[in-house]
């Protein structure tokens, strides 16, 4: 898979859930086991799609990095670290039972997204 190709796949997931978390919380959190039982609570998640967003939006802009360029192994590097903590994170939320049902499945996605961000890193190197 081209850098072009995997990058735009990997915003537009990051996109998806930055757009579902903001205008759809309290649609989304309950499959994972989190109630938002106020104004903060859903700020919370509007405020964590910054993040999401932001993550996307890099992507994007950087999809035309030249391959075995010293920006996109940056930029790899700096996905798949990012995925690790979402693996370390969700896995958190999971043990502690924050996140139950569907909730299991993030630490697998971050998980994936990791393991392919360092493969794209290596075929940059």
Do not use: C, R
């Not at 903060?40 to 360029?69: P, R």
């Amino acid at each position: 898979m081209s850098n072009s190709t995997f990058l735009k796949v990997h915003s537009s997931i990051y996109a998806i859930f930055a757009i579902g978390l903001f205008f759809f919380p309290k649609l989304i959190w309950p499959n994972y086991g989190v109630q938002l039982n106020d104004q903060y609570s859903t700020f919370l998640s509007q405020h964590n799609s910054i993040f999401l967003g932001g993550i996307a939006i890099i992507g994007f802009l950087f999809k035309d990095a030249e391959t075995k360029s010293l920006t996109a192994q940056k930029l790899f590097k700096g996905l798949m670290l990012t995925n690790v903590l979402g693996v370390l994170i969700t896995l958190y939320a999971g043990f502690t039972k924050i996140f139950v049902g569907f909730g299991w499945s993030d630490p697998i996605f971050f998980a994936l997204l990791a393991i392919l961000s360092f493969i794209k890193l290596k075929d940059n190197q």
